[in-house]
């Protein structure tokens, strides 16, 4: 179970971090007035500064104990949780292989994996599914569009 | 009567078989996506734009702008028959169109909805008829300081009234802001905010990012319940439609104002789920069967419908005459006119005539094309509804991994964009807006541009966006806008004490 407060101030803690790192990253350009005009570090660190003081504020407001978030006290419960992480990880997975297998392979396995292991369709249908999908994307996008799809290193070490 | 002659050569390029059967196609993916909960107008619009890069870009508008109509007349759909809405612009809808098609009366519901939505469609797009190459002509003579006086009046817009908590919006639009500004610097050829990462010179293309926002984060919260549809009958008796169409008449004053509410805040990017729920607090208020607002009223139906789509509409007046997008959709949309290679904004209307007059004019019939196919298909996609969302999902995934990856060829934008997918669950669950976020991102850099090369006309100085009448109102009229949440809770707080219900109200209606 994550609390509704957690997922307030982890998301608070994400963005002022992603904020911090803006504003270092744009000292590097320089910032203020130059002979060129505006420098070009000096809108991102403004905008890096305002991500920061709005991210302190709302991990501020996720401190304190405010009735409009003690309302909804849990924000995902375990149940969700789960379903989420059912969705999640395997894409995961999906795109983590890839840069090995190829999308053909990748997203055929991926659909295989995710109606056959939990038992959504049987065995056969998966399959199916998992064909149908390879092969349309190979149609639209390798063939209709022109649009070359990752074949990843599997397929070069088989030779295509 | 420029704009009519201009409208007529813009039909003879929308009506043409091809455009024809672009719309069609257009509009039955966009009740499907419509129809399906976790996809949305803004997710399908980004899902098929890597498909239109190679196409002519009045083809590509035509067949994202049906996709945008079909997405709002299938949305409905799902509302009514199964209490769940496909859009969260059509929640208002389920209010009164679930209890009448409860009762027995599916038909009247849906065809109710399909006449007014196709009514606040049409004032939408008869505001863009007259209105837009009106703007358009105002604002071709901006300078960069009125340009940056504009973009500043739409974000602040967005921070006093799109609904969200405003602290909120102001994070979500600095982070588009900081996004837009990864990569190579425009006007001076810097490379800025690469973290690192020798790839990221190239920047941040927006269709990873909104692939992964609104694909992978609506996908991550729509997994979260499990929907349970209980349909009503989706037979469709044509003697009712027809009925139900000639009752719409009766309505008038009730679908007038909510066409000018729709209409007033698709300029403004309030957008259309503001919209339908104010133009359905209003109706309620101010109709005389009030109370029974909730138990299957008629104008319970036509006031959200109405204003939502002429919301839908109107937002893309200020896309293509000001180059700034009224709703999340119009950005995706704005930002595919970029890839294509077209200027968004006032030069569109002397460059590139036919591409808007066409446009504008696929407006008119793509929306008798939505009608009319949205009411043959309600049984179609009714059963579509029966396919478990365990299929759905993973091939959503598919298809936003190689969307992405499709951009530019890059690996790295594929797990970016599933970075963006837990951005974008995290904001949706904790009510951050993500209009605002794309909208920085589309346009975060021109504003940049425009206010680095306001500066560097005034030698540095402020004072250009006091310098004349039109820039100072502008500006004005943003930092007032920028204090607007500030001031109703201080007033809040003056009149009465709890000031914290206000709070969790908005919320509510930003889902």
Known sequence: ?160 | MDNLSELFHGFTIAVTVPHLALMATGVLLGILVGVLPGLGAPNGVSLLLPLTFGMQPVSAIILLSSMYWGALFGGSVTSILFNIPGEPSSVATTFDGYPMARDGRPTTALATAFGSAAFGALMGVILITFLASWVAQVALAFGPAEYFAVYFLAFASFVGMGGAAPIKTVVALAIGFAIAAIGIDTVSGSVRLTMGIDELVKGVNFVVAVMGLFGIGELLVAVEEEFHARAVSSRIDWREVFRAVGHLPRHGVALLRSAAIGCWMGITPGGPTAASFMSYGIARRFSRRGRYFGTGEVEGIISPETADHAAGTSALLPMLSLGIPGSATAAVMMGGLMIWGLNPGPMLFVDQKDFVWGLIASMYVGNIVAVALVLLTVPVFAALMRIPFAVIAPLIVIICVVGAYSVSNSYLDVVMMLGFGVVGYLFKKLFYPLAPLVLAIVIGDKAEDAFRQSMLMSKGSLGIFFANKLVTCLVVAGIALLLLPLALQLFARIVRKPASARTTNQEKVSI
């Not at chain 1, 407001?61 to 909804?72: D, I, N, T």
């Not at chain 1, 599914?129 to 397929?155: D, I, K, N, W």
């Open chain 1, 1 to 160: 179970m994550i609390s509704r407060r957690a997922l307030e101030l982890a998301t608070a803690v994400l963005t002022g971090s992603f904020g911090v790192a803006v504003v270092v990253q744009s000292l590097d350009n320089g910032i203020g007035w130059s002979s060129a005009g505006v420098e070009s570090g000096t809108f991102p660190f403004l905008t890096g500064i305002i991500i920061v003081a709005g991210s302190l504020y709302n991990l501020a407001r996720g401190l304190a104990p405010v009735a409009s978030l003690a309302r909804v006290p849990i924000a995902i419960t375990s149940i969700e949780l789960r379903r989420l992480a059912g969705l999640f990880v395997p894409a995961v997975i999906f795109v983590a292989a890839i840069p090995l297998l190829g999308m053909y392979v990748a997203s055929a396995a991926y659909i295989f994996a995710v109606l056959a292991v939990p038992r959504h369709q049987s065995v056969l249908r998966s399959a199916m599914t998992a064909g149908a999908t390879a092969l349309a994307l190979y149609v639209v996008f390798e063939r209709m569009f022109q649009v070359s799809l990752p074949h990843g290193a599997l397929a070069a070490a088989l030779g295509f």
